[in-house]
C-alpha cells in the first residue's frame, strides 16, 4: 500500500512537471515568436537605466509578498476541491509559461545583460518559489484526484495537511526576505554596471 502511494505521488508530480515543462517551452517559443517590439524593448531599456541609477522603485512588501505567495497559495487551495485535477495541471502550466517568457523576452532584447538582469529578477522564484509551488502542488492535486475516485482513501486532515506544509510556510518568508532586500541592490548593482554605460 505505501509502494503504491509513493508511485501514485511520483506519478502526480510527473504529470505536473510535464505541465511546467509544456508551459515553460510554450513561453519561451511566444517570447521569439513575438518579433522585435521596440516599444517593449525601449521601455525596459529605460527602467533598467533608472533601476541602475538607483532611482528604481523599491518594491513594496505586500507587493513582494503577493507575487511570491499567490502560486503556492492557490495550489494550496485548489487541493481543497476536485477542481484541483483540471486547475493544478493549467496553474503548472501558466507558472512555466510566466516564468519563460519573461525570461526569454530579457535575454532576446539584451542578450547576456539580459540574461543576468532576468536571474536578479526572477532568481528567488525559480530557486525558492518553484520548488516550494511543486511540493504545495503535488499534495493539493493528490488530494484533488483523491476526492475523484469512487472509494476515496482518508483524506488528510486540514491540520494534518497544514503541518506537514509548515516548513514551506518558512521558505516561502525567506524568498519574500530576500525578494525585498538582497534581489534590488542586486538588481541595481547589475543594471549601473551593465546598463548606464
Same mark, same amino acid.
Given at each position: ?6 508511485? &501514485? ?11 511546467? #515543462? ?16 521596440? &516599444?517593449?524593448? &525601449?521601455?525596459?531599456?529605460?527602467? #533598467? ?5 538607483? /532611482? ?16 503556492? #497559495? ?7 476541491? *476536485? ?34 538582469? /532576468?536571474? *536578479? /529578477? ?26 475523484? /475516485? &469512487? ?47
Amino acid at each position: 500500500m505505501g509502494a503504491i502511494s509513493i508511485w &501514485d505521488g511520483l506519478r502526480q508530480l510527473m504529470v505536473l512537471g510535464l505541465c511546467f #515543462l509544456i508551459g515553460t517551452f510554450g513561453g519561451f517559443f511566444f517570447s521569439v515568436l513575438n518579433g522585435d517590439t521596440p &516599444d517593449l524593448s &525601449d521601455y525596459l531599456q529605460q527602467y #533598467l537605466q533608472m533601476v541602475g541609477q538607483g /532611482s528604481g522603485a523599491d518594491p513594496a512588501l505586500w507587493s513582494v509578498a503577493w507575487d511570491i505567495l499567490r502560486w503556492p #497559495l492557490l495550489a494550496f487551495l485548489l487541493g481543497f476541491t *476536485a477542481l484541483g485535477a483540471i486547475g493544478l495541471p493549467v496553474l503548472f502550466l501558466m507558472r512555466g509559461f510566466t516564468l519563460s517568457f519573461a525570461t526569454t523576452t530579457f535575454a532576446r532584447l539584451f542578450g547576456l545583460p539580459g540574461v543576468a538582469a /532576468s536571474l *536578479a /529578477s526572477f532568481g528567488v522564484a525559480v530557486l525558492l518559489d518553484v520548488p516550494i509551488l511543486f511540493v504545495v502542488g503535488n499534495n493539493a492535486f493528490c488530494q484533488s484526484l483523491d476526492r475523484l /475516485s &469512487d472509494t476515496p482513501s482518508a483524506q488528510t486532515p486540514w491540520r494534518q495537511r497544514v503541518g506537514s506544509l509548515a516548513p514551506c510556510g518558512g521558505l516561502l518568508l525567506l524568498a519574500i526576505a530576500l525578494q525585498r532586500t538582497v534581489m534590488p541592490a542586486l538588481l541595481t548593482a547589475l543594471c549601473a554596471h551593465l546598463f548606464t554605460t
